[in-house]
């Protein structure tokens, strides 16, 4: 069990002066899973993975990662790592296929034009190898620092929202690909705010203000909530969502375009709440709550303990 | 502008230097010229002249020489701007009335630093020996002085001021443009956000500092033979020396320039402090080195500082080869200066450079 266990850290902390941007977090990630980090800005995502792969300095902290001290051995980590920035991070002078040949130098990628060519091949940049990288749209940047992340055959990959801003369609071929490489058995950390790629993900974390609020496989971590989710549907629905969120036992009434959630951890009270309400012209009825239920429930929750 | 001290400090401290530099390091009129004595006679009359010339403000005696070939080796050196020799029989001649010859030679390459004192010997000297030359051998003071003196302007004859600031250009123009080529590596690197990716690659520091220096040799190579070709062709500088052991030189100062730009780098913050920096350390490069003003015509503690400075030694190094036909003997002396300038330079560097991005 233990021997394929990608990332086992515990404590994991960071503080910017006094805000603490990551607390205490532990998290276990196994090898050729694809694991979702979710959060809210400014959760804490982005600063977890730089402490990963020795980025930023961890203030306190222990365990592995690739079988090396995540704390000591950022160095060799590195080696096996292929870390994709939230930011567009790659040298804009410089064409496609000389930011590979870079990256690959850097790594000390033996055989290296083979190696830039065959990432070329695979991420079907092909035609575009002698365009600089300034000049390449969003969803290009995207596959291009994908292609470089891979050049090393890395075991392991952090991804900080590497789709944000790509279309549909680019997304979804770019977590085919994901999938496919999870399946010869590379491992993924992938920090995303979209909830169809977090239903994507093998398991998921949630983060909010550093704090690891949930984890694990989408089924426990809506099982987790212990949340009760009323579906509305009707008209002037943000009418009885503003009179809705006042009444106890509503923990929010969410508008998902021409229908409400309404959900709350209390069923009882809740189907109390809304009995005023499940009058023409409105249809009500219980469904099991989504993903996206539960992370704003888990936002809302949180946000409350911060400020306490 | 609260949370940039560094602007803030530039902004007190430039004025601040600017008023030192120019108001108490810089002088046109040098004095107190280091001065060498080939002393092949040494009657009272040969020691009255000496002290003539150590009376006036102008010369000042380092040292005693035996022989020719020192006397050669320190003018080349440039231990010294003054070799005055006083001829075997000196007093013999003066005496009989046969008006020797005084020599002095001069280190001319600069000729604003030997200029005024060249002017000032032949009152200086006629008046010398007035006091010797009383009663009896009054006769000797003569309508034309007792004796003749002949000034020799070593290296730069006609005291053309081109032969000296020319090459010097060289110098200035690499110390400009090669710590501001590199004096943004890193700062631009981090505003771009491409630090945060080669950081995560597993590279050591100096590997990345070496890497943003060496190409850059190339583009000093290119000003380097741009100037070179124009000292040649349009400003006729001579060419004494060996052109290939200039550019060797070359490569080591542009290097040392690269290592300075890269360090600074590593220390600032942003792009327009990595600026200042370059600026701060131009500042005093341009006029402490000697290229402005005469060397020696600044107090101590300036003189200090500029021998920390690369520009300082290649200044020698390249007016050396190129006007005194200086070989590696002599060059050697000054090129381990830059050498360990680059070197310390460059540890500062590694050891400031950050491998996390906080
Ligand atoms: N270098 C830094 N100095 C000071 N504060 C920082 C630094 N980096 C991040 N922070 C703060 O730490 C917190 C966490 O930031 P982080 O970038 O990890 O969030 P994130 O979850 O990646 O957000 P996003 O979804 O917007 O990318 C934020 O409040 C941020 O302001
Ligand atoms: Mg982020």
């Known amino acids: ?308 | 502008m609260r949370r940039d001290r560094l602007t803030f400090g530039m902004i007190i401290g430039i004025p601040v230097v600017q008023l030192m530099l120019f108001g108490y390091a810089i002088n046109g009129d040098p004095k107190h010229l280091p001065t060498a004595v080939l002393l092949a006679d040494s009657s009272q009359y040969g020691r009255s002249m000496l002290s003539a010339l150590k009376n006036s403000d102008y010369f000042h005696f380092v040292r005693k020489l035996h022989n020719e070939a020192e006397a050669e080796t320190a003018l080349a050196r440039g231990e010294v701007q003054f070799i005055v020799t006083i001829p075997e029989n000196f007093s013999r001649s003066l005496l009989r009335g046969d008006k020797p010859t005084i020599l002095i030679e001069a280190d001319a390459t600069d000729p604003s630093a030997t200029g005024n004192a060249i002017a000032s010997l032949r009152t200086l000297l006629a008046s010398a020996l007035q006091h010797d030359l009383k009663g009896p051998l009054g006769f000797l003071a003569g309508s034309d002085g007792p004796i003749n003196l002949r000034v020799h302007a070593r290296y730069n004859p006609e005291g053309i001021s081109q032969y000296n600031i020319v090459p010097g250009l060289m110098g200035v123009v690499l110390t400009m443009t090669m710590v501001m080529i590199t004096g943004l590596a890193i700062t631009r690197e981090r505003e771009r956000g491409t630090m945060e990716n080669l950081l995560s690659m597993p590279t050591r520091p100096l590997e990345v500092l070496l890497g943003k220096i060496i190409p850059y040799i190339f583009v000093g190579y290119i000003q380097a033979g741009l100037i070179l070709t124009a000292a040649r062709f349009l400003f006729h500088v001579p060419m004494a020396g060996s052109i290939p052991l200039l550019l060797l030189v070359a490569s080591v100062f542009i290097a040392a320039n690269l290592a300075m730009g890269i360090t600074f780098s590593t220390l600032a913050k942003n792009q327009l402090q990595a600026v200042q920096m370059t600026f701060f350390f131009f500042l005093p490069s341009l006029l402490l080195s000697g290229f402005m003003f005469p060397f020696r015509g600044m107090p101590d503690w300036a003189q200090v500082i500029g021998e920390l400075l690369p520009l300082t030694h290649f200044l020698r190094i390249i007016r050396g080869i190129l006007l005194k036909g200086n070989g590696f003997e002599e060059v050697i002396l000054q090129l381990w200066q830059i050498v360990l300038f680059a070197v310390v330079v460059l540890t500062i560097g590694v050891k400031r450079y950050r491998k996390t991005l906080d």
């Open chain 1, 1 to 308: 069990m233990t021997d394929n266990v990608v990332i086992d850290v515990r404590g994991m902390t960071k503080r910017f002066g006094a805000l603490t941007a990551v607390n205490g977090i532990d998290l276990q990630v196994r090898q050729g899973e694809v694991y979702g980090f979710l959060g809210p800005n400014g959760s804490g995502k982005t600063t977890f993975i730089r402490m990963l792969c020795g980025l930023l300095a961890a203030d306190a902290g222990e365990g592995t990662c690739l079988d090396f001290d995540v704390i000591r051995e950022s160095e060799s980590i590195k080696r096996q790592v292929g870390y994709m920035t939230q930011r567009f991070s790659f040298y804009e002078d410089l064409s496609i296929i000389e930011n590979l040949d870079f990256v690959a130098r850097m790594y000390g990628v033996s055989n290296r034009r083979a190696a830039v060519h065959e990432s070329i091949e695979r991420l079907g940049l092909a035609g575009r190898q002698k365009q600089l990288a300034g000049e390449l749209s969003g969803g290009w940047k995207q596959r291009l620092a994908l292609a470089a992340c891979l050049i090393h055959n890395p075991r392991l990959l952090l991804l900080d929202e590497p789709t944000a801003g790509v279309d549909p369609k680019a997304r979804r071929d770019f977590w085919e690909q994901i999938h496919e490489l999870a399946g010869q058995g590379l491992t993924f950390l992938i920090s995303t705010h979209y909830m169809d790629e977090a239903e994507r993900c093998d398991r998921l974390a949630y983060l909010s203000y550093g704090n690891l609020l949930t984890s694990g496989t989408a089924a426990e971590v809506i099982a987790g909530a212990q949340l009760t989710t009323w579906l509305a549907s009707g008209p002037n629905l943000q009418v009885i969502a503003r009179q809705l969120r006042t009444k106890p036992g509503v923990g929010q009434a969410v508008a998902f375009g021409a229908r409400l959630h309404v959900s709350g951890t209390e069923a009882l009270r809740l189907e109390q709440a809304i009995a005023p309400f499940r009058t023409e012209p409105y249809s009500w009825q219980q469904i099991n709550p989504g993903l996206e239920d539960v992370f704003i429930h888990l936002m809302g929750n949180s946000k409350d303990n911060y400020q306490a």
